[in-house]
C-alpha cells in the first residue's frame, strides 16, 4: 500500500478545524468562567449562613406556641367572648338601619322643602 503525503491544502485545513475547535473551547471556558464568577457572587459567606441558622425558630417551638394559640383560641370559641362578636354584629346592624331611617327622614324633609320653594316661585300670591 501506497501512502499518500498530505498536500499543503489538507494541512491548512486540518489547521483550520484545529483552530476552529481552540476558538470554540476558548469561547465556553469564557462562558464556564463567566458562570462561576457568578455563583460565587451569590455565594453567602459562612458567618451569614450560620447567622441565617441562628435566626431560625425550631420545629419543637414553632410546635409548642402554635399548641399554644390552639389552646386559647378554643377558650375563646367556646366561652362566652364569642357572644362578643353576635352582640358587635347586633349593634352594628342597629346603628346601619338607624343611620339609613335619619337619612331617609332628611331626604323627605329636603323634598319638602325643595316642593315647598318650587311652589312659592311658581305661584305668584305666595310671594
Not at 332628611?106 to 312659592?120: D, K, N, P, R, Y
Amino acid at each position: 500500500m501506497m501512502r499518500m503525503e498530505p498536500t499543503m491544502e489538507a494541512e491548512h485545513a486540518d489547521m483550520q478545524t484545529i483552530e476552529n475547535r481552540i476558538g470554540g473551547m476558548e469561547t465556553k471556558l469564557d462562558t464556564l468562567n463567566d458562570n462561576v464568577l457568578t455563583l460565587k457572587g451569590q455565594m453567602m459567606p459562612r458567618a451569614e449562613i450560620e447567622a441565617a441558622d441562628a435566626r431560625r425558630v425550631s420545629l419543637e417551638r414553632f410546635e409548642s406556641e402554635m399548641s399554644g394559640v390552639r389552646d386559647r383560641l378554643g377558650k375563646v370559641e367556646s366561652g362566652p367572648q364569642r357572644l362578643l362578636g353576635w352582640i358587635s354584629l347586633f349593634v352594628s346592624a342597629t346603628i346601619g338601619c338607624l343611620s339609613l331611617l335619619i337619612g331617609g327622614a332628611v331626604g323627605v324633609v329636603s323634598l319638602l322643602a325643595l316642593a315647598a320653594t318650587v311652589l312659592i316661585a311658581l305661584i305668584p300670591h305666595l310671594r
